[in-house]
């Protein structure tokens, strides 16, 4: 049986975990969940997933909510260990990976997600933005990737010289923002971002989800 994504293509969430499938390979399929009709909400989906959030997998009757735990789970079932995650064996290489991973979680998802919020999610649901929240979040933004900058002049990747899951991880949301006209990962005031930025989201697994 093929796994299940139950998600939104709109949905970064849902397609934080496309990107780790198209990268080891595994076939899937979308059940499309429409946030016209608030099906996230419905009791059905709420059963599975009671937060309402998107997306969540079915993988031969084994049901996974939470993205990132998708694409671990995904990693090590489908022969990810190794390519998009260290061998637990290797102490200090997951160390470097969980650290990474807590990065990409505390320091850029919030402000990226919080921006993408802003300025783009709340037009289509025909909110207003609050600009003032939108430069607070793009400075915060643009200190975190100051930081960034100086991670990435010692390895070519977030966690070591090898790409993992996390670098993926930065990829939907780092799409918006050039979306927005916020060229943080792409003008070069931050030359190591902007090097990695180009590796990763130049991926083909990103095109081709891209594509679809």
């Not at 997998?57 to 079932?77: M, N, Q, T, V």
């Not at 290797?90 to 990065?103: N, P, R, V, W």
């Not at 993408?116 to 933004?141: I, Y």
């Not at 991880?169 to 180009?198: C, M």
Request: glycine share 6%; with cysteine.
């Amino acid at each position: 049986m093929v796994l299940v994504i139950h998600g939104n293509v709109m949905s970064t969430c849902t397609n934080r975990v496309r990107i780790v499938l198209e990268e080891l390979g595994v076939p899937y399929e979308i059940v499309t969940v429409d946030f016209a009709k608030h099906e996230q909400r419905s009791p059905e989906y709420k059963a599975v997933q009671p937060f309402g959030q998107v997306p969540y997998i079915d993988d031969d009757g084994f049901k996974l909510f939470e993205s990132r735990a998708i694409a671990r789970y995904a990693a090590l079932k489908y022969g990810g260990v190794g390519k998009l995650i260290p061998d637990p064996k290797d102490i200090q290489k997951t160390a470097l990976f969980e650290q990474a991973a807590s990065i990409e979680l505390t320091n850029f998802d919030p402000f990226a997600a919080g921006l993408a919020w802003e300025n783009v999610f709340k037009p289509m649901f025909g909110q207003p933005t609050d600009t003032a929240r939108v430069e607070t979040l793009k400075s915060t933004l643009e200190a975190k990737l100051a930081a960034y900058d100086v991670l990435l002049g010692r390895t070519k990747y977030l966690a070591g010289n090898e790409l993992t899951m996390v670098d993926l991880f930065h990829i939907p949301y780092g799409a918006l923002l050039e979306k927005q006209g916020i060229d943080f990962l792409t003008s070069g005031r931050f030359p190591n971002v902007a090097r990695w930025w180009k590796d990763i989201s130049s991926r083909e697994s990103w095109k081709k989800i891209n594509s679809a």
